[in-house]
């Protein structure tokens, strides 16, 4: 059952003070805002995107910190609805820079002309729902107050940064740049006593990049990952016109696979003898991508024999690599499987270890007391010196966007309040109790996490258009979630995560990085072809989990 919260009083709706009338409000312009915008548009709404950047992008927006880079290929980490807008656009490098994919999506914003009805520099701080009119009242830190018929959220999964973490944070005399809010100008490291803390996919980009340009390098270290090489090729002609002559076939394949990658899982464990396993394992390994991890053998997620033997094999690459069992011992993981955690790609990262001017730092049992003014004390008493201090140290991912707003649904009913309890929603699409709040790269859909990014936006929006054209067209102003079809969602989320091994870790992926977030594993696990077909059944069937009206 789903508990309700309420205030005293349901916040009122002043609608001689509204500043826009409109019939959608879109938060966010990032990859899913801008092409909700684009297809709410064309539809002939009244539409306008809000997004607190300077300019489009979202999470390509925010974080340009150094190395920051695809891991998806970049030939599938785009826009499948127009065949002129994929092969117009050429990439230099299969897994390219944040600049470049930057202005790749200045490239799309241009081409479909959607500037015009984008409002940046303007965070939405609130947004409530109106009983009586069936309506939202949306405010901004402009002052601004908007009256929308439908709120659809396109705020990310990873864009609400934990970076208040640390006793003494504001005493410190140098700069302290979280990756995700790093600046638009130059950051000159050279010369400097620099501190990285956390060591996930963002946080090893930056070690990676910045190691032989900073003066000393001090690594601090909880939880160790498992990386994979990458391999990134430079494209020219013939590379570009080798991936855009597949454009029928990606588009025809990528929305179905497991991931929304291009590959799939093609080998079954108990199939292989023991030496074809370990062939099929160094194959795909030297692949350098993410293949071994969505498109070697699912059966790691399940089992744990299989699990541990895949673990061993990229310990053993790390080993290799490390040499050194101080190294070894704060860097290649040992309690959790291959997998179960996301897993980054690296160019040399473990490498930079065995440099002069890196020290590596383990806080898993001596862990960062406090910030100083000069650097940062662990518990032990010990201090490191810097002069700069990077916080790769994650987000509150799926929620924290929309919990970080005041939005409030029928009776006044609090999203914070609520997901604060337990983090419940339906299909990843909407919310109970929240009508007409439309919901991308939320929970318990796999685009919080397990997807290949542009794959599930793509599918997300398209369902969110779909589902309006379709109210629009039968004149019903209103759509909600039933409590019983958003039970029925969570309990096959949960039948499905359970089956595997993911939810038995503790990372992200189950909020187990935010003190006091209630513990669900966060992204739909049972493929995303599969949740494309069932959100598909779920329109065909005209809708059975929501009540329109």
């Known amino acids: 059952m789903t508990m309700t919260s309420t205030t005293d009083t349901a916040p009122a709706s002043d609608s001689s003070a509204v500043d826009r009338e409109l019939d959608a409000v879109v938060l966010g312009a990032g990859v899913a805002g801008l092409y909700q915008l684009h297809q709410l548009r064309a539809q002939g709404l009244r539409v306008r995107a809000y997004e607190a950047g300077g300019d489009v992008g979202g999470t390509w927006y925010w974080n340009r910190y ?58 939405i701080v609130s947004a409530h729902y109106d009983d009586e009119r069936g309506r939202w009242t949306v405010r901004t830190d402009r002052g601004e107050t908007i009256d929308t018929q439908f709120f659809v959220t396109c705020a990310g999964m990873l864009s609400a940064p934990m970076d208040n973490m640390f006793e003494g944070q504001d005493s410190f005399q140098g700069p302290i740049f979280h990756t995700s809010r790093w600046p638009r100008e130059n950051v000159d490291l050279a010369g400097k006593r620099v501190g990285v803390v956390g060591i996930g996919a963002t946080g090893i980009q930056v070690i990676q990049t910045i190691a032989d340009t900073v003066e000393h390098l001090t690594v601090f270290a909880r939880t160790p990952q498992y990386v994979l090489p990458m391999k990134n090729p430079k494209y020219g002609e013939s590379e570009q016109n080798w991936y855009k002559s597949r454009f029928e076939e990606l588009r025809s394949t990528i929305p179905h696979t497991f991931t929304g990658f291009e590959y799939d899982f093609e080998h079954a464990w108990a199939d292989c003898t023991p030496e074809q396993r370990q062939e099929i394992l160094e194959e795909i390994y030297q692949d350098g991508s993410l293949k ?7 059966e790691m997620f399940f089992s744990e024999e299989v699990s541990e033997a895949v673990s061993e094999f990229v310990r053993n690459k790390m080993r290799a690599r490390l040499k050194d069992q101080h190294l070894i011992d704060i860097l290649v993981p040992t309690d959790y499987g291959f997998g179960t ?10 490498e930079v270890y065995h440099r002069e001017n890196v020290d590596l730092v383990g806080v898993k049992d001596n862990p960062i007391a406090r910030i100083l003014p000069n650097g940062i004390e662990l518990a032990d008493g010990t201090v490191h010196e810097l002069d700069v201090i990077i916080l790769a140290t994650g987000f509150d991912a799926g929620t924290g966007a929309l919990t970080r707003i005041d939005i409030r649904g029928r009776g006044g009913r609090s999203l914070t309040e609520d997901w604060g309890r337990d983090i419940r929603t339906t299909m990843g699409l909407m919310v109970h109790g929240y009508p007409n709040m439309l919901t991308t790269a939320v929970p318990l859909a796999p685009s919080a996490a397990l997807c290949n990014m542009t794959t599930c936006l793509q599918q997300q929006t398209e369902w969110i258009t779909a589902t309006i054209r379709s109210m629009r067209g039968q004149g019903k102003t209103v759509i909600e979630p039933t409590e019983a079809g958003e039970d029925a969602w969570v309990a096959h989320h949960e039948e499905v995560a359970s089956a595997t091994l993911v939810p038995k870790t503790h990372s992200w992926y189950l909020g187990s990085n935010v003190p006091g977030k209630p513990r669900r594993l966060l992204s739909y696990i049972g493929g995303v072809g599969q949740y494309r077909q069932k959100c598909d059944e779920e329109a065909a069937a005209g809708y059975p989990k929501f009540r329109i009206a």
């Open 66 to 123: 150094p190395g920051a880079r695809f891991d998806s290929e970049a030939y599938i980490y785009q826009y499948l609805f127009s065949e002129q807008l994929y092969k117009d656009w050429s990439w230099s490098e299969k897994f390219p820079g944040q600049p470049e994919i930057e202005q790749w999506l200045h490239y799309v914003t241009d081409r479909l002309n959607l500037r015009e009805d984008i409002q940046f520099s303007t965070r």
């Open 292 to 298: 071994l991890w969505l498109a070697g053998f699912g």
């Open 341 to 350: 955690h996301r897993v980054p790609l690296e160019t040399n990262y473990l």
